[in-house]
């Protein structure tokens, strides 16, 4: 049998519950939104699944609020990246990079942007060496 406690507010206003296990006497610290989302869905949530605040406001644990995200999803929307789109040199082929990465390449002299590091390394290849 499982005991639940809580909701409790942390300092940051985010909410925990505590999921206590009688049986094997096992105490797990969950977070609020995370447990609501297993409730609804009627499973135990993937450890590459997190769960998200569609508004950003982290306070608000409405099942309508709550989105489920991969780890990938979750970052790549909480740093609201630039995404730089091109056609590389080498084989033609259009694919997008982040714009931080392709301006970091240019402060560092480096050659590009490229499809990948196939196309980076033809592109060496044909270069001709200064002397």
Request: aromatic fraction near 10%.
């Given at each position: 049998?499982?005991?639940?406690?809580g909701?409790?507010?942390?300092?940051?206003?985010?909410?925990?519950?505590?999921?206590?296990?009688?049986?094997?006497?096992?105490r797990?610290?969950?977070?609020?939104?995370?447990?609501?989302?297993?409730?609804?869905?009627?499973?135990?949530?993937?450890?590459?699944?997190?769960?998200?605040?569609?508004?950003?406001?982290?306070?608000?644990?409405?099942?309508?609020?709550?989105?489920?995200?991969?780890?990938?999803?979750?970052?790549?929307?909480?740093?609201?990246?630039?995404?730089?789109?091109?056609?590389?040199?080498?084989?033609?082929?259009?694919?997008?990079?982040?714009?931080?990465?392709?301006?970091?390449?240019?402060?560092?002299?480096?050659?590009?942007?490229?499809?990948?590091?196939?196309?980076?390394r033809?592109?060496?290849?044909?270069?001709?060496?200064?002397?």
């Amino acid at each position: 049998m499982k005991n639940i406690y809580g909701p409790y507010k942390r300092k940051d206003g985010r909410s925990h519950v505590i999921i206590y296990d009688t049986e094997s006497k096992v105490r797990i610290t969950q977070s609020y939104p995370r447990y609501l989302m297993e409730i609804y869905l009627n499973r135990k949530l993937e450890d590459w699944e997190e769960v998200d605040h569609i508004n950003e406001d982290h306070t608000d644990n409405r099942i309508e609020n709550l989105q489920l995200l991969t780890k990938i999803q979750n970052i790549l929307k909480s740093k609201e990246l630039e995404i730089y789109q091109f056609m590389c040199p080498i084989c033609n082929n259009w694919t997008e990079k982040p714009a931080h990465k392709v301006r970091h390449n240019r402060k560092q002299g480096k050659a590009g942007p490229f499809y990948g590091r196939s196309c980076a390394r033809k592109y060496q290849l044909n270069v001709p060496v200064a002397k």
